[in-house]
Each structure stands twice: as C-alpha cells, then as structure tokens.
C-alpha cells in the first residue's frame, strides 16, 4: 500500500462516523500510528510468557506496535466498534448470566460467540466503509481488520476515543460497557486523530476479584495462560488439572469479568441480527451438547466463532464441565455419559474424561483453589469514578 500525501479533513472524519452507523457501527475514531509508547509493555508481556502457547504473538513481536511496518503505507488507523449484546436480551441480562453459572448442568458460552462469527460480519461492514470511503475521496490504499492480524486493537480503539482501557484490559466506554467487537481500517491517507476519553475505573476491582482462575495478576495486566477464554479457545493441549475445578461449567469462553463491571449496565443491544443466539446456546444443557457427534458441531457451528476451537477442544471443555458438574451434583447421567464416551475418545479427550469421573469421588466438596461460581455478583450501578 503505497503511502499517500493526502490530507484528509475533520469533515470526513464526520462522514466516516455517519457511514458508520448506517453499517451498524457503534462508534468510528480515528488514531495515529505512532505507538512506540506502548512497546514497552507488550514486550514485558510476552517477556513474562503471558501469552502462553500463542506463538504467533512472540512471532510478530513488535510488529503490533508498529502499523507501518505491518502495512507499509499506512498513515492513519481508522477505528470502529460494535455491540453485540443479543437483540433479545432481557433487561436483567447479566443476573440471568450470573444465574446460569450457579446451575452445574446447564453450559455456558460466551455471549460474543451465540451468534455468527463477528470476524465476517466485521470485515464485511469495514470494506463496505473503506470502499465508501475511497469513492468520495478517490483511489485509497487499505486494509481492514478485526481480531485477524497483529493490531494492538485496544490500543488504537483507547487512543481514538472509543474508551478507555479497564483493569481487566478490555476497552469500556462510559455509554456502552465492554461488550462490543473492535475494528480497524488500515489507510494511506491522513486524517485527522479523534480525542481519547479520560478513564473511569476508579478504585472499582471488581474485575479482579471475580476472576474465576485469577487471571487478571494485577490491574491492567492479563496473564493468558490462567484466562479460561485462552484455556478453552486458543490453548490446543491438556488444560492444567489445578485450574480445572474453577472453570465450572464455561464451556467456551468467559464472561465474569464483564458481568461484575459496572459498566456493562449500559452495555447496548446489537443493531444486527447476525449477533442474535444460534441454535440455543443461551440455554443449552451440557449433557445436550455432549450427544452431538462431529457431524453435529460441525453443522452447528458453521459460520460461528465456535468453530475456532475445533471438535477436539469442544470435547475436551465439556470433559471438564461435566466433571465439575458431576462433582457438584452426583448426577449419575453424567457419570455413564462420560464413561460411554471413553472408549472411543482420543488421548486428549479420554484424558479429560478420566479426570471429570474422578470427581464422582468428591460429590459436595469443591477441592481447594475452586472459585465458586456465586462469586459473581450483579455490579452496583457506576458512579462518577467507579
């Protein structure tokens, strides 16, 4: 992408936000690309091995921090969010959540991955604006992601004004919570940046606290390797036998950070009906899912997020599931589904399952270092600093 001289104007800026929300954007910035401020903490992080078994982390290095060196060209980022809060989300939407994680029989996705996978629907939204773009200011060099390449997403989205970064490193604005997907349009002519907004975390930990795996080692500071959303998506191998009990019944993903913000009371409701829940999975029982064979996940998982973990993960999770609601309930379904399955499971999965009929030896009591679902409590409403 050849770099362009062009000075684009604030009244573009202004274009690209109204195009935006005729796309089902939230919210449009625009950052700079100069982000070596920010250098220093990715590489303390992969230094610390945060990144766990994501290679490609280590691999693009600082690749991430440098928008220029990964699209040569590139002058400016322009920026973009989306909710996804399912259309038909009931008013109390996160205590019905929090209610789901006391139930052991009962799975939990993650509410970004009910839907159709938000990697399609964003780029597809993000060309369509890029090419509007370029056919009111003529011939434009871009490239659009979401989630698909080394971007420091947050940090742009922080810088442009999208929100601010929380402690549990996810972007919250003060009018939309955390549960929004993030965009970006790499271009070749230069814009002018939108003003970051001031941050109003607070003293508020809550996402700390709530941490089911203690993940979050300190404010602002992610450690991948205990966060079950990498544990259950990304991490291809054993999950750690110690942090097993704690993941309760998540079968793919995490929330609970999310639920306790109090920021997430203003969480919107997505303008798009990709985002509405597939088949089920607001309710699904583990059990339910556990009766579907490779045919089944593949057909129902076509077109969703859920596709990235693959069927030997998907089984892999919901071993550990039911282990922890075999131990939390006694229930001997459970106990022979496992064990009908065993035969026939491959080293990863059989692994997983002779753990989760283990726990058939400690019905009622949660080994030491679980954390308790009934940890996450509906958050207070936020005031002006929570």
Same mark, same amino acid.
């Given at each position: ?54 290679? @490609? ?62 990697? =399609? ?31 420091? !997403? ?12 929380? =402690? ?6 003060? !009018? ?9 349009? @790499?271009?070749?002519? #230069? ?67 999310? #639920?306790?913000?109090?920021?997430? =009371? @203003? ?19 583990? #059990? ?37 609601? #075999? ?23 059989? !692994? ?35």
């Amino acid at each position: 992408m050849p770099r362009s001289d062009r000075i684009l104007d604030g009244q573009v800026v202004e274009l690209l936000q109204g195009w935006g929300h005729e796309l089902g954007f939230s919210q449009i910035g625009v950052a700079g690309i100069d982000l070596h401020e920010a250098e220093e903490g990715l590489r303390a992080w992969l230094a610390a091995g945060f990144h766990g078994s994501m290679a @490609y982390m280590e691999r693009h290095g600082l690749a991430r921090a440098r928008p220029a060196d990964l699209v040569p060209g590139t002058a400016s980022v322009i920026t973009a969010c989306m909710d996804y809060l399912p259309r038909a989300a009931p008013a109390d939407w996160a205590a019905h959540e929090i209610d789901r994680l006391t139930e052991p029989a009962q799975a939990v996705v993650s509410v970004y991955a009910r839907g159709r996978d938000y990697h =399609k629907v964003l780029r597809a939204r993000l060309r369509s604006l890029a090419d509007r773009l370029a056919a009111h200011v003529g011939p434009l060099g871009f490239r659009v992601f979401t989630d698909s390449a080394p971007v420091l !997403e947050a940090e742009l989205a922080v810088r442009s004004g999208l929100g601010w970064r929380g =402690k549990h490193t996810l972007v919250l604005h003060r !009018e939309g919570g955390s549960m929004r997907f993030l965009g970006e349009i @790499y271009v070749d002519a #230069l814009l002018p940046p939108t003003p970051a907004v001031t941050a109003h975390c607070g003293e508020c930990s809550r996402c700390l606290e709530v941490c089911p795996t203690q993940a979050i080692v300190a404010p602002y500071r992610l450690d991948a390797r205990r966060c079950i959303s990498y544990l259950t998506i990304e991490h291809d191998g054993a999950i750690p036998r110690e942090l097993r009990p704690a993941i309760g019944n998540r079968i793919y993903g995490c929330d609970d950070c999310q #639920l306790a913000c109090p920021w997430n =009371k @203003y969480a919107r409701r997505a303008v798009l009906a990709d985002f509405d829940v597939r088949h089920g999975l607001d309710r699904a029982g583990l #059990l339910d899912l556990w009766q579907w064979d490779e045919a089944t996940f593949l057909a129902r998982t076509e077109g969703s997020a859920m596709r990235r973990a693959g069927w030997q993960r998907w089984r892999r999770n919901l071993s550990v599931a039911l282990g922890n609601a #075999l131990r939390d309930t006694g229930d001997a379904r459970i106990g022979g589904a496992l064990a009908a399955a065993r035969p026939s499971a491959d080293a990863l999965v059989a !692994e997983h399952i002779d753990w989760a009929l283990d726990q058939r030896g400690q019905v009622g009591a949660r080994p030491v270092g679980a954390a308790p679902a009934s940890r996450v409590e509906p958050a207070p409403p936020p005031g002006s600093d929570a």
